[in-house]
């Protein structure tokens, strides 16, 4: 029976252990422009060896640089783009969301495809064609790891074998009937499977394959016992590849025996159930298949559950030695080979559990390595100290370089000192910049970065950005320079003719969270700036001239708006990461007294008022009809990303950020402000906290009681205006 599978991948994924760290329960990702991270952040990974990054993409690294695997150069998706990534930072779903799925118990085997489909071959038996059961009809899911191979490929092999063998054409046609009838089901009662299976073969070669029908049916329905007992007669039989599948079979009933019960209802494993015993004997029946066959038709197979068999013994010296012997394989380095999947299951079976102690393998224990980086809270213990680490270093000798470069990461992730670190690596970048290279020099950039040597930083980053050929190398570079000048209070350099800093969205990000009025004017007049950045800076420069109070300057920058402006809404590029997004027709709001019949005037002229008057009650309250009837409450242009991320800094936008409250609260506070424009401030900033309780028209704390005197004033004193009448209760 030769099971199905994928190419070099017998054992597959398993499943997603609960306790993995590599985990993460909120499906929504975002991301964030810092490179130097050290939590586990699967929204945002960058193409460096860093304890923020999932194991997976440290392992995919190391094995680039081992030319095992390459990093894909995918564009980041519409779904992507449309919450602001560019390249670098990506979230580990763009490496591997195309994965196989786990399923708790895979153990398929290589199937190397028969030529002749399932109903030639069926034709070719003499079998008419409603033999072959329809697509509709066939058993396609089956229970635990079993049924998956019982499958329309393992199907064409027997029916191939059959018209290879010697044998009386009758019996092969119900031989072939039976193998054909029991893809239909996944389980059968011994009274059912005799029904299946002829009852009437009398030739030897006709009675062995009978058998091994008898096995593998008694081995899909879980009745290990007798199926040992059909493979272990075939391992005399005259036919080889009755032979040689028998010898493999006996290792794969024996293990699906001993894991029969350790999964539970929803595939999460539990190792203390699992039949130790029967391990063992899988085990030995793994060790003599591949004896006899070497380089038999089950080798890849055999091998990979011997890897589960490791797994399930919690034996992670030997696990990790097969996955390291794994990687030296000829076939992993070719490049048409998907790793997603072998490399998916090293961090569910291995990595997720592993204690550095119990790994040899250098790449695999850089990478726990890294992961014993991460930060840890006050006296939370680690599985490794600086002294466990500089022991490891004699299992690094085939790459010293790696070893010296986790001493330096420790030395700048746990132990916070960059000027140590700095002495761990190399001084001078080498002419091939492969991703352990590029991982020493970002490191070392980083410690200058640190001591405040930004100028050394950016001839570092500067001197990298030639011998950037691997994939994502040149991204990170740009996002390393940009934060460098923006840190550096040379943003204006991010934005100059030739910059290397090319990245729509780290541009964008900067224009709109850090930029000040000269730059953004610089940016909209620019003639090689593209479109959508000079809506961006356009944008951001009104919308700041507003909401900062620079009321002058908005009526003067609003003839750089365009007679007819682009109607496309800007999303991403202002941060605005749902809904449609908002264009630049937003400052051509024409007021007018809409849904509240309170009456305004065109934005142009409110902001005329405010210039002369900044305490005229009509247009501060006009100021905040705008606002609400636009959706700006809270708008992504009002927020500033954290203090250690790109665009964390002071913005150069001078003046206090407005909210509608602010002016609520003043014409509230103006004993001239006459009986309407009073009655509808009161009438809004009680509306400010419906229904939460919560303000969300700034960042204002009134207590209750304040908005209860609201309440009071507005039904008492202003009791004949529509506000009042229509408003029953404050919150």
Same mark, same amino acid.
């Given at each position: 029976?030769?099971?199905?599978?994928?190419?070099?991948?017998?054992?597959?994924?398993?499943?997603?252990?609960?306790?993995?760290?590599?985990?993460?329960?909120?499906?929504?990702?975002?991301?964030?422009?810092?490179?130097?991270?050290?939590?586990?952040?699967?929204?945002?990974?960058? =193409?460096?060896?860093?304890?923020?990054?999932?194991?997976?993409?440290?392992?995919?690294?190391?094995?680039?640089?081992?030319?095992?695997?390459?990093?894909?150069?995918?564009?980041?998706?519409?779904?992507?783009?449309?919450?602001?990534?560019?390249?670098?930072?990506? =979230?580990?779903?763009?490496? %591997?969301?195309?994965?196989?799925?786990?399923?708790?118990?895979?153990?398929?085997?290589?199937?190397?495809?028969? !030529?002749?489909?399932?109903?030639?071959?069926?034709?070719?038996?003499?079998? =008419?064609?409603?033999?072959?059961?329809?697509?509709?009809?066939?058993?396609?899911?089956?229970?635990?790891?079993?049924?998956?191979?019982?499958?329309?490929?393992?199907?064409?092999?027997?029916?191939?074998?059959?018209?290879?063998?010697?044998?009386?054409?009758?019996?092969?046609?119900?031989?072939?009937?039976?193998?054909?009838?029991?893809?239909?089901?996944?389980?059968?009662?011994?009274?059912?499977?005799?029904?299946?299976?002829?009852?009437?073969?009398?030739?030897?070669?006709?009675?062995? %394959?009978?058998?091994?029908?008898?096995?593998?049916?008694?081995?899909?329905?879980?009745?290990?016992?007798?199926?040992?007992?059909?493979?272990?007669?075939?391992?005399?039989?005259?036919?080889?590849?009755?032979?040689?599948?028998?010898?493999?079979?006996?290792?794969?009933?024996?293990?699906?025996?001993?894991?029969?019960?350790?999964?539970?209802?929803?595939?999460?494993?539990?190792?203390?159930?699992?039949?130790?015993?029967?391990?063992?004997?899988?085990?030995?029946?793994?060790?003599?298949?591949?004896?006899?066959?070497?380089?038999?038709?089950?080798?890849?197979?055999?091998?990979?559950?011997?890897?589960?068999?490791?797994?399930?013994?919690?034996?992670?010296?030997?696990?990790?030695?097969?996955?390291?012997?794994?990687?030296?394989?000829?076939?992993?380095?070719?490049?048409?080979?998907?790793?997603?999947?072998?490399?998916?299951?090293?961090?569910?079976?291995?990595?997720?559990?592993?204690?550095?102690?119990?790994?040899?393998?250098?790449?695999?224990?850089?990478?726990?390595?890294?992961?014993?980086?991460?930060?840890?809270?006050?006296?939370?213990?680690?599985?490794?100290?600086?002294?466990?680490?500089?022991?490891?270093?004699?299992?690094?000798?085939?790459?010293?370089?790696?070893?010296?470069?986790?001493?330096?990461?420790?030395?700048?992730?746990?132990?916070?000192?960059?000027?140590?670190?700095? !002495?761990?690596?190399?001084?001078?970048?080498?002419?091939?910049?492969?991703?352990?290279? +590029?991982?020493?020099?970002?490191?070392?950039?980083?410690?200058?970065?640190?001591?405040?040597?930004?100028?050394?930083?950016?001839?570092?980053?500067?001197?990298?950005?030639?011998?950037?050929?691997?994939?994502?190398?040149?991204?990170?570079?740009?996002?390393?320079?940009?934060?460098?000048?923006?840190?550096?209070?040379?943003?204006?350099?991010?934005?100059?003719?030739?910059?290397?800093?090319?990245?729509?969205?780290?541009?964008?990000?900067?224009?709109?969270?850090?930029?000040?009025?000269?730059?953004?004017?610089?940016?909209?007049?620019?003639?090689?700036?593209?479109?959508?950045?000079?809506?961006?800076?356009?944008?951001?420069?009104?919308?700041?001239?507003?909401?900062?109070?620079?009321?002058?300057?908005?009526?003067?920058?609003?003839?750089?708006?365009?007679?007819?402006?682009?109607?496309?809404?800007?999303?991403?590029?202002?941060?605005?990461?749902?809904?449609?997004?908002?264009?630049?027709?937003?400052?051509?709001?024409?007021?007018?007294?809409?849904?509240?019949?309170?009456?305004?005037?065109?934005?142009?002229?409110?902001?005329?008022?405010?210039?002369?008057?900044?305490?005229?009650?009509?247009?501060?309250?006009?100021?905040?009809? +705008?606002?609400?009837?636009?959706?700006?409450?809270?708008?992504?242009?009002?927020?500033?990303?954290?203090?250690?991320?790109?665009?964390?800094?002071?913005?150069?936008?001078?003046?206090?950020?407005?909210?509608?409250?602010?002016?609520?609260?003043?014409?509230?506070?103006?004993?001239? !402000?006459?009986?309407?424009?009073?009655?509808?401030?009161?009438?809004?900033?009680?509306?400010?906290?419906?229904?939460?309780?919560?303000?969300?028209?700034?960042?204002?704390?009134?207590?209750?009681?304040?908005?209860?005197?609201?309440?009071?004033?507005?039904?008492?004193?202003?009791?004949?205006?529509?506000?009042?009448?229509?408003?029953?209760?404050?919150?």
């Amino acid at each position: 029976m030769r099971p199905y599978g994928l190419p070099l991948l017998a054992l597959t994924l398993s499943v997603l252990i609960a306790q993995q760290a590599q985990a993460s329960s909120d499906d929504s990702c975002y991301p964030s422009w810092n490179l130097k991270r050290d939590t586990l952040d699967i929204c945002n990974s960058v =193409p460096f060896l860093s304890p923020g990054n999932d194991s997976r993409v440290n392992l995919q690294l190391l094995l680039a640089d081992d030319g095992r695997a390459s990093l894909p150069q995918r564009a980041p998706s519409d779904d992507e783009q449309q919450l602001g990534y560019g390249q670098v930072p990506f =979230p580990l779903s763009r490496l %591997f969301d195309d994965a196989p799925a786990a399923d708790g118990a895979a153990d398929a085997a290589v199937v190397a495809k028969p !030529a002749a489909p399932l109903a030639e071959l069926a034709a070719r038996l003499g079998l =008419p064609a409603d033999a072959v059961p329809a697509d509709s009809e066939r058993f396609a899911n089956g229970e635990g790891s079993r049924c998956r191979s019982n499958n329309p490929l393992t199907a064409q092999e027997f029916l191939a074998q059959l018209l290879a063998v010697d044998m009386p054409a009758n019996e092969r046609q119900a031989l072939g009937r039976a193998r054909l009838d029991l893809l239909q089901g996944c389980q059968w009662d011994e009274t059912q499977l005799g029904s299946l299976l002829p009852g009437d073969v009398q030739s030897p070669a006709g009675r062995d %394959f009978a058998g091994y029908l008898q096995g593998i049916g008694a081995f899909y329905s879980g009745r290990f016992a007798p199926a040992r007992q059909q493979f272990q007669a075939l391992l005399d039989s005259q036919q080889p590849w009755l032979r040689e599948t028998a010898r493999y079979m006996l290792g794969r009933n024996q293990l699906n025996q001993a894991q029969q019960n350790a999964f539970d209802e929803w595939g999460y494993p539990d190792l203390r159930k699992v039949d130790q015993g029967a391990l063992k004997v899988a085990e030995s029946d793994f060790k003599g298949y591949l004896e006899a066959y070497p380089q038999g038709r089950y080798a890849a197979s055999a091998k990979g559950l011997m890897r589960r068999v490791y797994w399930l013994l919690n034996d992670q010296q030997r696990l990790a030695g097969a996955y390291s012997e794994l990687f030296a394989q000829p076939e992993v380095a070719d490049s048409s080979a998907d790793l997603a999947p072998l490399i998916a299951e090293v961090d569910n079976k291995l990595l997720v559990s592993a204690h550095p102690a119990d790994v040899r393998a250098p790449r695999l224990l850089a990478v726990l390595d890294l992961m014993q980086m991460r930060h840890h809270d006050a006296g939370e213990s680690r599985a490794l100290d600086w002294a466990g680490l500089q022991a490891q270093k004699p299992l690094f000798a085939d790459v010293p370089g790696l070893h010296d470069y986790l001493l330096a990461a420790w030395q700048l992730y746990v132990e916070n000192a960059p000027d140590k670190a700095a !002495a761990q690596l190399p001084q001078n970048p080498p002419d091939k910049l492969d991703y352990l290279a +590029f991982s020493q020099q970002t490191l070392r950039g980083f410690a200058l970065e640190a001591g405040n040597d930004w100028l050394g930083a950016e001839k570092l980053w500067l001197q990298l950005l030639p011998l950037a050929h691997q994939p994502l190398q040149r991204e990170q570079l740009e996002l390393a320079l940009a934060y460098n000048y923006e840190r550096s209070d040379r943003l204006v350099k991010v934005y100059a003719e030739q910059s290397p800093v090319r990245t729509p969205a780290i541009r964008e990000l900067l224009l709109r969270h850090i930029a000040g009025p000269e730059l953004l004017r610089q940016q909209v007049k620019s003639e090689t700036a593209p479109a959508e950045e000079r809506d961006t800076a356009l944008f951001t420069l009104l919308y700041k001239d507003l909401l900062h109070g620079h009321y002058a300057n908005f009526v003067n920058d609003l003839a750089l708006l365009p007679p007819e402006p682009s109607t496309k809404p800007l999303g991403a590029s202002l941060g605005v990461l749902y809904g449609n997004g908002v264009p630049l027709t937003l400052f051509q709001w024409s007021g007018g007294k809409g849904t509240s019949g309170y009456d305004c005037p065109p934005l142009r002229d409110l902001a005329v008022a405010l210039q002369q008057s900044p305490q005229t009650p009509q247009a501060l309250n006009c100021f905040g009809e +705008f606002i609400l009837r636009n959706n700006l409450d809270g708008f992504a242009l009002d927020s500033q990303p954290r203090s250690h991320e790109l665009g964390g800094s002071q913005t150069q936008f001078e003046g206090p950020l407005y909210s509608r409250l602010d002016g609520y609260l003043k014409v509230i506070d103006d004993a001239q !402000a006459v009986g309407d424009d009073k009655a509808y401030a009161l009438y809004r900033a009680i509306n400010c906290y419906a229904p939460s309780g919560y303000n969300g028209c700034g960042k204002q704390d009134i207590p209750p009681a304040q908005r209860k005197r609201w309440f009071r004033e507005l039904k008492t004193q202003h009791a004949d205006t529509a506000w009042a009448k229509s408003l029953k209760y404050y919150w």
